[in-house]
């Protein structure tokens, strides 16, 4: 019988055998095979002829696939983070898949439940729609066709869809989706605004690429009308009926983002993101991998979709730590654009104002081509960028008296102002007056942080939570007082000051929830909203034509932090905050609150922008031979006694040794203690990022080997982009 090698998802480096009484299974293809006391899925990768368990070779139980469900490109795309990411194989062909395939689904297409009405009820509105609103505004979209009811759900609740059908107007059915049309098609004219000088230089460039690997890097100042270029460049791809992939670093970005590009081409966009559910993922992995989908929008994980016929990839936003998975694989989706750019010999494009270092070297370096925009679109001017010195000033919820009165002036004159503070909830400490105590979470550490609003105290690293206390638990003293500002406190504030004015918080707890980022957006840009409280979420490419001044609260933090990292991403928040003002015909502004008005990094940034920043900090991680000059992977451990952690890394460190190689470590992590357990870490440099991967290529079977691997939980993190 034929030895089937499989690739299963387990944490082992290896493939498993199993006989089947035919041949010609293909790689790609998903089998139901038996492991010990239970049954898995799994990829076949390849046959063999021997194999060292000859005589206890089990059979597989089911082929679940005739055609690979994973395509050769994709399968040489998994080897190669296999090998690159030392990650187990099995696990990185389960990550690549969409998860309701992971489970055994058909990759086949379902029927789709469409709604549409009962024939003989078209011609007039019927009575029973005149007080039902809503009701009346669906009827009237389904007299021109049936709509699929998972695209109804984005805009009408159960219901009032069930309520078409109670009233006999409408009806559910099931429809095959073959019957779409295979390939999207264009509309005849495209209207589309004229492109400035420096927005036509660039999609020439691009326009010149497309029927080869080239990999652009966009560096536009925010609101330069990067996403005007990304649709010109696109449109000649779509015209040669080719597919394009966008990547975008949030949720919060993927309806805007697909409003403008269905509104502008006139198809079909598909959406990939982690609000869907596992079958509309599949769904649209589906559409793109048959080639009926022109346009395929998502985040991270959607660097794995397959395209019938790729034309083009483009990675909005490229410097936003987003893109860097955190557990499992550790994959960073930018540089796999990069790879699958290549592999597909198309072009890629990656944009940003703020573009990362690793980036801006290899286009200063020749690698990239570098395409820069340097004036906003339009008539709009740049934000003015100010520092307050707070030294020694009053602070009543982190905010200084002086920027209440500006606050006030915008408000009056009909704009919306935006503040930001990196905080959610009330504040981020509770401690006794009387002693000194702080409240801390036991298994991270760490403080709680106050959420007024909800009566308790929650920690934002394990999730634990408990009542606010009513007195200290080591004195017993009543007078418990919060420390720092989050974006709770900062609300309530702005809403005793401006009673008059609509504020609204967005952050990771007021915008949990399908579609409900999406609906403040709307809100905000309706002017429903003039005060805009908020955390990292309001910094990511949303276009607010309406704010005109914007006020970051605190980041002072970053300038002294353990993480090299630390003084690029706060360059670059500060950078797209203050591109959040002044977008449209209003000029605006942006205002630092700082207790270090003289710190060089801020000096630099406000007086010379980020492009200055950026150029001269790559010259510092030169000197200091930090990436992108040089190549770190890091090792990290999680075990219930820290020891245990610094034994293994020990031995792994002892292995690793190698004249080109510098290790550092063991040592703890940057936050030691997490949900429990302590955290080690041992970090390896070199100048030779071939090296690294060869060094530690040659010893993970041996160290997978080592008897304390199984006291810790370990894993190798190659590029690492923190080390918290």
């Known amino acids: 019988m034929p030895i089937y090698q499989v690739a299963l998802p387990l944490p082992k480096r290896q493939l498993f055998d199993y006989l089947y009484e035919h041949t010609g299974l293909q790689p790609g293809c998903r089998v139901r095979v038996p492991f010990g006391p239970r049954e898995l899925i799994g990829i076949i990768i390849s046959t063999t002829e021997d194999s060292p368990f000859l005589n206890k070779l089990k059979p597989i139980t089911q082929v679940i696939d005739q055609q690979p469900v994973i395509d050769q490109t994709l399968l040489s795309l998994c080897n190669w983070l296999a090998g690159y990411y030392h990650h187990p194989i099995g696990e990185v062909m389960h990550t690549v898949l969409p998860v309701a395939l992971r489970k055994g689904e058909s990759d086949k297409p379902k029927p789709i439940q469409v709604l549409s009405l009962i024939e003989g009820n078209q011609a007039v509105i019927p009575e029973q729609l005149n007080r039902a609103k809503k009701q009346r505004e669906l009827y009237i979209e389904l007299l021109e066709r049936a709509i699929p009811v998972s695209s109804l759900k984005q805009t009408y609740t159960d219901t009032v869809i069930k309520g078409l059908v109670e009233k006999n107007i409408a009806k559910f059915e099931s429809v095959d989706e073959q019957d779409e049309a295979m390939e999207f098609s264009l509309p005849e004219t495209i209207e589309k605004p004229q492109p400035n000088v420096e927005q036509a230089l660039a999609i020439t460039a691009i326009s010149q690429s497309l029927a080869k690997y080239r990999c652009f890097l966009l560096e536009g100042i925010t609101g330069s009308g990067k996403t005007e270029v990304y649709l010109q460049s696109i449109e000649e ?7 394009v992939l966008i990547l975008v670093p949030e949720i919060g970005l993927t309806p805007q983002t697909v409003k403008r590009f269905e509104k502008r081409f006139e198809i079909k966009v598909g959406i990939l993101h982690s609000n869907l559910t596992d079958n509309e993922r599949l769904a649209v992995w589906q559409k793109s991998r048959s080639g009926k989908l022109g346009i395929i929008i998502g985040t991270r994980s959607s660097i794995f979709t397959p395209m019938a016929r790729p034309g083009m990839i483009i990675v909005d936003e490229e410097h936003d730590a987003s893109y860097k998975q955190q557990d499992g694989l550790k994959y960073n989706a930018r540089d796999l654009a990069v790879i699958r750019a290549k592999e597909h010999k198309i072009p890629l494009i990656l944009g940003s104002a703020t573009p990362s270092l690793e980036s801006l070297n290899n286009a200063l370096t020749g690698r990239y081509q570098l395409l820069q925009l340097h004036q906003r679109a339009g008539n709009a001017l740049q934000a003015k960028q100010s520092v307050l010195d707070i030294t020694n000033q009053p602070l009543t919820a982190g905010l200084a008296a002086g920027m209440l009165t500006r ?22 400490a509770l401690l006794c007056h009387q002693c000194g105590h702080v409240e801390e979470c036991r ?22 939570a408990k009542p606010l206390p009513k007195q200290c638990k080591e004195c017993g003293h009543h007078e418990l007082i919060t420390q720092g500002v989050g974006t709770e406190q900062l609300t309530m504030y702005l809403e005793q000051e401006f009673p008059q004015y609509s504020s609204v918080r967005i952050d990771s707890d007021s915008v949990r929830g399908k579609a409900k980022l999406d609906n403040l957006l709307t809100e905000i840009n309706g002017g429903a909203h003039q005060i805009l409280i908020g955390t990292q979420i309001l910094s990511k490419g949303h276009h607010f034509p309406n704010v005109t001044l914007v006020v970051i609260l605190d980041a002072d933090g970053a300038l002294f932090s353990a993480d090299f990292r ?7 928040l500060i950078t797209q905050l203050s591109g959040r003002a002044g977008r449209a015909q209003k000029p605006g502004e942006m205002w630092l609150q700082t207790h270090q008005p003289g710190h060089p990094l801020l000096q630099d940034l406000i007086h010379n922008g980020y492009g200055h920043f950026a150029r001269f900090a790559l010259s510092e991680r030169k000197l200091a031979n930090l990436p992108p000059f040089s190549f770190h992977a890091l090792f990290r451990t999680e075990s219930l006694k820290a020891q245990d952690g610094f034994e293994f890394l020990s031995h792994v460190s002892q292995m690793l040794q190698h004249p080109q190689v510098h290790l550092v470590g063991p040592i703890p992590a940057i936050m030691e203690k997490r949900q429990g357990k302590y955290r080690m870490q041992l970090l390896v440099q070199s100048q030779s990022r071939g090296l690294i991967n060869k060094v530690i290529g040659h010893f993970a079977a041996e160290i997978e080997a080592l008897p304390m691997a199984r006291k810790v939980r370990w ?3 190659i590029d690492p982009q923190d080390f918290m």
């Open 443 to 464: 298994r991270c550490n760490k403080p709680y942080t106050v959420h007024k609003s909800l009566h308790k105290m929650q920690c934002h690293h394990c999730g634990a």
């Open 715 to 717: 894993s190798i993190d």
């Open 566 to 572: 630390a003084s690029e991403h706060l360059a670059q």
């Open 407 to 428: 606050i006030e002036q915008h408000l009056k004159a009909g704009n919306q102002v935006m503040l930001f503070v990196n905080r959610r909830g009330f504040a981020p």
């Open 237 to 243: 791809v779509l015209k040669n009926h080719k597919q």
